[in-house]
């Protein structure tokens, strides 16, 4: 049984393209801290819709199959 | 006069501030942040080219690398103005969504707007970038469209709402200059909108040729970044998008194709 409890205690959601475990219940702001990203300096979308509201992260609960991507400017001409 | 002061600005004032969707800029030069060696370089570049408006990339924190790879990391958005592009984009939607992402970074709402068509020439979509003209413009967008140096495409661009029109000199990286000067006139003297070269340009050289078809201005990358020293190329293209320009303004004399004197034919010596 113990196999099956940290199964369900875990969540699996696409993250810039790459499958990732995360905790249930986990927010947004959890797993964007997890990766140790300035906040100002990304922006990210949440399954095709932008999370405009930095604020908001906090709230957002993430859920299974959720697809997150993560993204910021770089050079480019 | 000493020479210094011709060329001060106080003297040779330009007669058309350049101006894009209300904004006006001192540098008609803009340029790209790719294909540097290092940080540190691209800084120093752009610093010498003397440019205001600086285009950047949109695209995924490589989550498994150094947190210090994006590039405001290096570049402070309050010195230069940041316009997010679309480069890589095959088709309306994906050039939609990459805008989006770029506005929700929370700069400015402009947008330099590619589709490409072609993986080999990075050739524009120019039914595709119409299209995500469209929207975007609806969406309250800038966009300035780097399209190919066909004037209908420009009117249309212009006519879909587009902020200012980006012909390319020649393909995107290509180094090549400017591949046809006439279609480049014939764009800048039908629209309203500012018309900004974007692309092929190689050398100082191609700048100011292509500042001297009277141009609003000139977007490059490649030029600056891919020469032996990037600094000083940036230095160059500043002085020879000027030179251009005052060129242009100055008015070249008309070609003959005889010779004509100098110097006076009479007062010679007698034999």
Redesign the interface.
């Known amino acids: 049984m113990m196999g099956t409890e940290v199964f369900e205690a875990e969540i699996a959601l696409a993250?810039?393209?790459?499958e990732r475990r995360v905790p249930k219940g986990w927010t947004l702001a959890d797993l964007l801290t997890s990766?140790?990203?300035?906040l100002r300096?990304?922006?990210v979308?949440r399954n095709g819709t932008?999370v405009?509201d930095r604020s908001s992260f906090a709230s957002l609960a993430l859920s299974a199959d959720d697809a997150i991507?993560?993204?910021?400017?770089?050079?480019?001409? | 006069m000493a020479h210094a002061d011709l060329l001060a600005p106080a003297t040779l004032t330009d007669p058309q501030p350049f101006v894009i969707a209300g904004r006006e800029f001192r540098s008609r030069l803009m340029v790209g942040t790719g294909k540097y060696a290092s940080n540190a370089q691209m800084i120093e570049a752009i610093e010498a080219s003397g440019a205001e408006v600086v285009t950047v990339a949109v695209r995924r924190v490589d989550l498994d690398r150094s947190k210090d790879e994006g590039i405001l990391h290096h570049l402070d958005p309050d010195h230069f103005f940041l316009v997010a592009n679309t480069a890589g984009c095959y088709n309306a939607s994906d050039a939609i969504r990459y805008a989006r992402l770029g506005r929700a970074a929370g700069f400015n709402e402009w947008v330099k707007l590619e589709v490409i068509g072609d993986q080999q020439t990075l050739l524009p979509d120019t039914a595709g970038l119409l299209q995500a003209t469209e929207t975007l413009v609806e969406e309250g967008f800038k966009v300035l469209a780097y399209t190919n140096d066909d004037l209908i495409t420009a009117l249309r661009l212009e006519q879909a709402g587009a902020v200012a029109v980006m012909p390319l000199a020649s393909p995107i990286g290509s180094g090549l200059g400017m591949l046809n000067p006439y279609a480049i006139r014939t764009i800048k003297q039908r629209l309203s909108v500012p018309v900004i070269v974007d692309a092929g340009v190689g050398t100082a050289s191609d700048a100011c040729i292509v500042m001297e078809q009277g141009v609003d201005g000139i977007l490059m990358n490649t030029g600056i970044a891919a020469a032996q020293d990037p600094v000083r190329m940036a230095a160059a293209m500043k002085s020879a998008v000027e030179a251009g320009r005052h060129a242009y303004l100055a008015g070249r004399m008309p070609r003959r194709e005889v010779a004509v004197p100098s110097s006076p034919t009479t007062g010679m010596l007698g034999a």
């Open positions: 993250v810039n393209g790459a990766l140790e990203l300035d300096l990304v922006v979308e932008i405009r991507e993560i993204v910021h400017f770089v050079g480019g001409g």
